[in-house]
């Protein structure tokens, strides 16, 4: 886990290279399905939070491939163990912290949280500060639920676009106003700018898919 966190560095692909193989076509047949199933969570996002669909599953699909690579190591072990490691102990004792104020506030319990190396959980991979701050009791049970419950996945993940700045109604494409909140979600530019171009290939598909037939 150490070992991975110091080998990190940023992204060597070209946007070009990277955005071939993370937007395949299984990955847009499948976004393009899930937003029309989810389509009545999603118009009250998109109501709430100024979101639009398809940037949420543009996410979504990014991040764990629509709920399927969530990553299984045990969160509250990984941030605890980063946060005796003198590289970003400051950052990860946060981390920690909010962790357990998630299990606290009766969301998850640890078992269930289970992500990747670095702390990052949940179908669209929140660290555990964001959760503890953005996640979103969108289906009404009483608990922030972004392991099992996709009404709350997908408002949480709104919330957070919006918690960067996000504004309704405008574009998100690099150097329109909405691409610096994606850069909220991944500063790497690379990453950004396929969040954006997924978006754009969902929302093109679902408005072909709506257009009459002749």
């Given at each position: 886990?150490?070992?991975a966190?110091?080998r990190?560095?940023?992204?060597k692909?070209?946007?070009?290279?990277?955005?071939?193989?993370?937007?395949?076509r299984?990955?847009?047949?499948k976004g393009?399905?899930?937003?029309q199933?989810?389509a009545?969570?999603?118009?009250?996002v998109e109501?709430?939070?100024?979101?639009?669909?398809?940037?949420?599953?543009?996410i979504?699909?990014l991040?764990?491939?629509?709920g399927v690579?969530?990553?299984?190591?045990?969160?509250?072990?990984?941030?605890?163990?980063l946060?005796?490691?003198?590289r970003?102990?400051?950052?990860f004792q946060?981390?920690l912290?909010?962790g357990?104020?998630?299990?606290?506030r009766?969301?998850?319990?640890p078992?269930?949280?289970?992500?990747?190396?670095?702390g990052d959980?949940?179908q669209t991979?929140?660290?555990?500060s964001?959760?503890?701050?953005?996640?979103v009791?969108?289906d009404?049970d009483?608990?922030?639920d972004?392991?099992?419950s996709?009404?709350?996945?997908l408002?949480s993940t709104?919330n957070?676009?919006?918690?960067?700045?996000?504004?309704a109604?405008?574009?998100?494409?690099?150097?329109?106003?909405?691409?610096e909140?994606?850069?909220g979600?991944?500063?790497a530019?690379?990453y950004?700018?396929?969040?954006?171009?997924?978006?754009?290939?969902?929302?093109g598909g679902?408005?072909r898919?709506?257009?009459?037939r002749r």
């Open positions: 886990m150490l070992a966190d110091k990190q560095g940023v992204f692909q070209t946007f070009e290279e990277f955005s071939g193989r993370m937007i395949s299984d990955r847009m047949t393009l399905r899930l937003m199933t989810h009545a969570t999603l118009r009250k109501q709430q939070f100024g979101v639009p669909p398809a940037v949420v599953v543009a979504w699909g991040e764990t491939d629509f690579s969530v990553g299984k190591k045990e969160v509250i072990r990984s941030v605890a163990t946060a005796f490691d003198c970003r102990t400051a950052m946060a981390q912290t909010d357990l104020r998630i299990v606290d009766g969301d998850l319990t078992a269930e949280m289970r992500g990747d190396w670095a959980f949940g991979q929140f660290l555990p964001a959760y503890y701050k953005y996640a009791d969108f009404g009483g608990r922030r972004l392991v099992h996709v009404p709350d996945v408002a709104a957070y676009l919006k918690g960067y700045g996000w504004k109604g405008q574009r998100w494409n690099e150097g329109d106003p909405n691409f909140a994606i850069r979600w991944n500063k530019m690379v950004a700018k396929t969040i954006a171009a997924f978006a754009e290939r969902l929302e679902a408005a898919a709506e257009e009459p």
